[in-house]
């Protein structure tokens, strides 16, 4: 079973950033919608952002201006860049992968195939 590995969680301050990379070893994703997901304690998993293969994105309402995701083809990474974070983005980070293509379910968690085990980001105020 193919896994995604994702890395770059840690604790931080109320303001501060974040790197959050996603590695596919094994496995070329060129043509999947690769996005990210979290969980808060008590929560439910929500979308956060996607990138479509032909460069499309999309983002959670809460953090558009302030998350930007991107794919690097070559190293076949995705990043999750996080700025300005709130204690409210406090969560479990998760990479995914799917093979849709459609632009009205990517924020499905159960059209992804693929996913990461997750990274913890603490944001503390």
């Known amino acids: 079973q193919v896994q995604l590995e994702e890395s770059g969680g840690g604790l931080v301050q109320a303001g501060g950033s974040l790197r959050l990379s996603c590695a596919a070893p094994g496995r070329t994703f060129s043509f999947y919608r690769r996005s990210w997901f979290r969980q808060a304690p008590g929560k439910e998993r929500e979308f956060v952002a996607t990138i479509m293969s032909g460069g499309s994105t999309y983002y959670l309402d809460s953090v558009k201006g302030r998350f930007t995701i991107s794919r690097d083809f070559a190293k076949n990474m995705v990043y999750l860049y996080l700025n300005s974070l709130k204690p409210d983005d406090t969560a479990v980070y998760y990479c995914?992968?799917?093979?849709?293509?459609?632009?009205?379910?990517?924020?499905?968690?159960?059209?992804?195939?693929?996913w990461g085990q997750g990274t913890q980001v603490t944001v503390s105020s």
């Open positions: 995914a992968a799917s093979r849709g293509t459609s632009t009205s379910d990517f924020q499905r968690g159960d059209e992804y195939e693929y």
